[in-house]
């Protein structure tokens, strides 16, 4: 008796097993099987695919005839076809499919080690050295997902073990925006600063990030816009608390001893922090998937939390702009593919834009005061506006307001005042009667309606900066 192959009794049983056609043709690619096996398997995708039901034995010999295949070929597929039809169909339904499985696993590493030598030895016409990494990663990651929604009825327990369970956030150092997240920032999300030209977008993010280390968390910094030596400068002045002007001056031997004086005064389980510069306009997710496969493969390092610097003059990798692609379609499918990374890698992404032209001078900004496409306000988890003042800046404070929130009501605290310590690049609370000026939701409490910014009409908003 002639033995059974596995990949035989796979299309054997897509053919005659409703069932286990439905579950398994979404994750069986044409890859997985070689030569003959390929074009039948082919033919009864594209049979399932425009029919909705798996095609008959005779059917599938028709089309396989009507395919541009050579002699050869054809017989070797007509002899397949019969040797299906004798074939016993699997009594044990579980088995098969976990085998299925398991094959699939198999192939899909096969082949991203087949696909990783050509590129080692240079015949790969596409990729490079970095795509093995993803490669193998996505060989290793395959597997069938039975779940198929969230059922509300059904699943009325696990929900409510969702709502109570802690998630794991990655909070902020400064009280008010603990506020508006409840507690931190998510994975998987996007979260996005808008403000003008040296309003604070990379100071805020550079803060951060050196929040984020001083709790232990790591942080990956991605900057289009600056060298990795300034970014990491920033952090120099904000964790040492020495005005940054003042760094460039420090002899080796002091530079070093203060250093050591910040790891000592951090917890011994302090994050790290990576700061990785790409060239303007060009990096998109595909670069970023890379370099995390490659510090996961070559540092052991998994950051905790990702900043971007910043997403408009990032790249999209499902478009190039340019001809009939507008700034609008670009920038929406940049801030979509980088918060797909995110839900990816399950870890929150911070980034800024730029307001327009209008939006600069415009004394309450509004989410239409986005640069370039508004489409990135849809897709964002936050988005909050930092605006300054004569005023404001002389006080060494920022305005912050809040334009989209899904942590929160974004009804709530929709305005409030930060401290700044430029020199030090530095953000830090201020006194609660700094925020008296300021309604919850844009009302004086005490004089009646306040301006546009909801803060008393006292103050003299002329040279605003948003």
């Known amino acids: 008796m002639k033995e059974v192959e596995l990949e035989s009794l796979i299309l054997k049983e897509i053919l005659s097993n409703k069932d286990f056609m439905r579950k398994v043709i979404p994750f069986v690619q044409k890859d997985y099987f070689n030569g003959t096996q390929?074009?039948?398997?082919?033919?009864i995708v594209e049979f399932v695919t425009k029919y909705n039901k798996a095609p008959t034995l005779e059917a599938l010999s028709i089309e396989i005839q009507n395919e541009s295949i050579n002699d050869d070929q054809?017989?070797?597929?007509?002899e397949m076809l019969s040797e299906m039809s004798e074939m016993d169909s699997s009594s044990n339904p579980e088995w098969l499919y976990e085998t299925t499985e398991k094959w699939c696993q198999d192939r899909a590493i096969h082949n991203a080690i087949m696909e990783s030598i050509t590129i080692i030895d240079g015949k790969h016409q596409e990729l490079s050295n970095g795509a093995i990494p993803e490669l193998l990663q996505k060989a290793l990651s395959v597997s069938f997902d039975s779940n198929v929604g969230h059922d509300y009825f059904d699943d009325a327990e696990a929900r409510h073990e969702y709502y109570n369970r802690e998630s794991v956030k990655t909070p902020f150092d400064l009280e008010y925006f603990n506020k508006i997240t409840e507690g931190g920032v998510e994975p998987g999300t996007l979260n996005v600063i808008l403000a003008g030209t040296g309003v604070g977008k990379s100071l805020t993010m550079c803060h951060f990030a050196a929040a984020n280390i001083s709790e232990g968390k790591n942080v990956l910094y991605l900057t289009m816009e600056m060298a990795e030596e300034k970014i990491s400068e920033r952090v120099d002045a904000n964790l040492m608390n020495v005005n940054i002007n003042q760094i460039k001056g420090l002899s080796k031997t002091n530079f070093m001893s203060k250093i050591a004086s910040v790891i000592k005064r951090l917890t011994k389980s302090h994050g790290k922090l990576i700061v990785k510069q790409y060239p303007t306009g060009t990096p998109h997710v595909g670069h970023f998937r890379a370099l995390l496969n490659e510090l996961q493969l070559k540092k052991n390092f998994k950051p905790d939390i990702i900043y971007i610097d910043y997403l408009n003059i990032c790249s999209s990798s499902r478009?190039?702009?340019?001809?009939?692609?507008?700034?609008?379609?670009l920038v929406k499918s940049i801030a979509e593919e980088v918060r797909g990374l995110a839900i990816e890698f399950q870890v929150p992404i911070f980034s800024a834009t730029q307001t327009t032209r209008s939006g600069f001078s415009n004394s309450d900004v509004?989410?239409?005061?986005?640069?370039?496409?508004f489409g990135l306000a849809h897709t964002a988890?936050?988005?909050?506006?930092?605006?300054?003042?004569?005023?404001?800046?002389?006080?060494?404070?920022?305005?912050?307001?809040?334009?989209k929130n899904r942590y929160s009501d974004a009804g709530e605290n929709t305005r409030f005042i930060i401290g700044v310590d430029r020199p030090k690049m530095k953000l830090y609370d201020v006194d609660d009667s700094a925020q008296d000026v300021i309604g919850s939701n844009g009302k004086d409490e005490d004089t009646g309606?306040?301006?546009r910014f909801g803060m008393r009409e006292t103050p003299d908003f002329t040279n605003i900066e948003i």
């Open 366 to 373: 509004a989410m239409e005061d986005i640069s370039e496409s």
């Open 74 to 78: 054809y017989v070797d597929a007509a």
């Open 38 to 43: 390929r074009i039948v398997f082919n033919q």
């Open 449 to 451: 309606p306040a301006n």
């Open 381 to 403: 988890d936050m988005l909050f506006a930092m605006i300054v003042n004569d005023e404001l800046r002389e006080l060494n404070q920022i305005l912050v307001k809040q334009l």
């Open 319 to 329: 478009m190039k702009m340019g001809g009939a692609v507008n700034t609008y379609s």
